[in-house]
Every structure is written in structure tokens, then in C-alpha cells.
């Protein structure tokens, strides 16, 4: 699942950087006077005759939150994998000391692969901890540049109409 959503996201917000990077040089070299038809703030700026800082700062938020969709679950997955891998560990000891009351001698053939298949359960859940964090700082930060590519966009096409 970690790995579906960061593949999803990264690849959405990859192509939404990519558009939003080609519209906002066309807008810095003055080869355009709006966004491009693929920007993602075009549709709100279409439906207005004159740009407003309201409508642009609506469209980089719809945006964003359209963009960002599985951060959420990403961050669950990185604070809670490691304790219920934890959870495993617990179980699994507390199902060697069940089985080693039941024998009448304990020695360390018994016991250690036991607590090792136990140990198992928790180093499962870092593992996974540790892919979905830095797939969520990862997609943040790819958000952030989405972001700061919208607003540019919107500073300039509000600089635009500013000067006529």
C-alpha cells in the first residue's frame, strides 16, 4: 500500500510540476499573458472576466489538496507499522514463555528461535516505518514545489492586470 500510494502521488505531482513549471516560463519570458490550457488554475481563471487574489489563492488550494490526497495515510502508516510490529514481538514472546511452561527443561535451542521469529514482527514494522516516512517527506516536498509553482503563476498574472 505505502509503495502504491507513493508511486500514485509522486508520479501526479511529478506531471502537475512539470505543467506548471512550462506555464509559469511562459508567463516569465512574456511568450504568454495567462496560463496554459493544462494549468491547473486555468479553469478558475476561464470563469472570471478579471483575476483575483481570491480566485487564484482557491485554485493553488484545490490543487494542493487534489495533489496531496494519501499523505495522510502515508503518516499513519510511519507512526503506527513500528508499534504494531512492536505488538507482534509482545505476542510472540509471550507465546514462547506459554510453550516453554508447558516443557519441563528450557534451554537456548528452545528458546532463541523463538524470540528471533518474535523479533521479527518488530523489525517488519520499521521496515515499513522507514519507507512510508521518507515517501511522505518526499511527496511534501514535491507538494511544496507544486505550491510555490501556483503562486508564482499567480503573482504574475495578478502583476499583469495590475499594470493595465
Known amino acids: ?5 507513493f508511486l500514485d502521488r509522486f508520479y501526479i505531482l511529478q506531471s502537475r ?3 506548471e513549471s512550462k506555464s509559469l516560463k511562459l508567463l516569465y ?3 504568454s499573458k495567462s496560463v496554459s490550457q493544462n494549468s491547473l488554475i486555468f479553469t478558475y481563471l476561464s470563469r472570471v472576466d ?3 487574489k481570491a480566485i487564484l489563492e482557491a485554485a493553488s488550494s484545490d490543487a494542493i489538496r487534489v495533489s496531496t490526497k494519501g499523505l495522510t495515510w502515508l503518516s499513519i ?3 503506527t507499522s513500528p508499534f504494531i510490529g512492536l505488538f507482534g514481538t509482545v505476542v510472540g514472546i509471550l507465546e514462547t514463555f ?7 527443561s528450557a534451554s537456548l535451542s528452545v528458546v532463541a528461535p523463538a524470540i ?3 523479533l521479527i514482527a518488530t523489525a517488519s514494522g520499521i521496515f515499513v516505518a522507514i519507507f512510508a516516512y521518507s515517501f511522505h517527506l518526499l511527496l511534501k516536498r514535491k ?6 509553482l501556483l503562486s508564482s503563476q499567480s503573482e504574475v498574472i495578478l502583476s499583469q492586470y495590475e499594470e493595465n
Open 1 to 5: 500500500m505505502t509503495f502504491w500510494i
Open 17 to 19: 510540476i512539470f505543467v
Open 29 to 31: 519570458t512574456g511568450q
Open 50 to 52: 478579471i483575476p483575483n
Open 77 to 79: 502508516i510511519a507512526s
Open 98 to 104: 506459554s510453550t516453554l511452561g508447558n516443557q519441563s
Open 116 to 118: 528471533s521469529e518474535a
Open 143 to 148: 507538494a511544496y514545489e507544486l505550491s510555490s
